[in-house]
């Protein structure tokens, strides 16, 4: 048992690292949105600003947009051109893609300083890539809604996962300690 202990050492340290920041990040972020009240259909403040800078988006693609809070959800309705094409709920803010980001470079270690400047470049990158996401998958539902599950359930998420995992590869390949020892 020491042996296979020792032989898959590295392997073993990445998944602890991984799973052990990705359980207190989860949980600091449950506890964020736990203190917003879902009875009440409070909407938090994250997805609340990223419902903003969506909908402004969408204008900036030269197109009427506006937001209207939920009535029977902690969401808001998304309009364009006054047609009700989207909810924007808390799924959609991506904090769950970028836990997922910091906890896999955190996982695979780097430098301290290279391991922090990628982590928040990164997470803004994909804050960022989110809200144009949002904006065209709106766009696109206001032109063609028969195809919402496709936009939406498909090409979307292929579209931010894909972009986490180049993140991950650069991460891999370019700064983390991995990267180095290979270069020597």
């Known amino acids: 048992m020491k042996k296979y202990l020792s032989q898959y050492k590295p392997f073993l340290s990445f998944l602890l ?32 600003i990223v419902s903003i800078q ?13 937001l ?14 006054n047609k009700n094409v989207a909810r924007v709920v808390e799924g959609c803010n991506a904090i769950s893609v970028i836990i997922l980001f910091i906890a896999f470079v955190i996982a695979f ?9 990628f982590i928040l470049v990164g997470s803004v990158f994909i804050y960022v890539l989110n809200i144009i996401r949002i904006a065209l998958i709106a766009i696109a539902l206001y032109h063609y809604p028969e195809h919402e599950h496709l936009l939406h359930g498909v090409v979307f998420p292929l579209f931010i996962y894909g972009v986490v995992f180049l993140l991950w590869v650069i991460w891999v390949n370019k700064f983390s ?4 020892q290979k270069k020597a």
């Open 109 to 117: 270690k780097g430098n301290w300083k290279k391991t922090v400047l």
């Open 17 to 48: 690292k991984f799973f052990l920041s990705y359980i207190v990040l989860t949980s600091l972020y449950q506890y964020y949105l736990n203190s917003f009240d879902a009875a009440s259909f409070e909407i938090d403040s994250i997805t609340e």
């Open 68 to 81: 209207e809070a939920h009535p029977k959800q902690n969401s808001n309705m998304l309009f364009v051109e």
């Open 177 to 180: 300690m991995y990267a180095v």
């Open 54 to 66: 969506t909908q402004q988006t969408i204008e900036l693609f030269n197109y009427n947009s506006y």
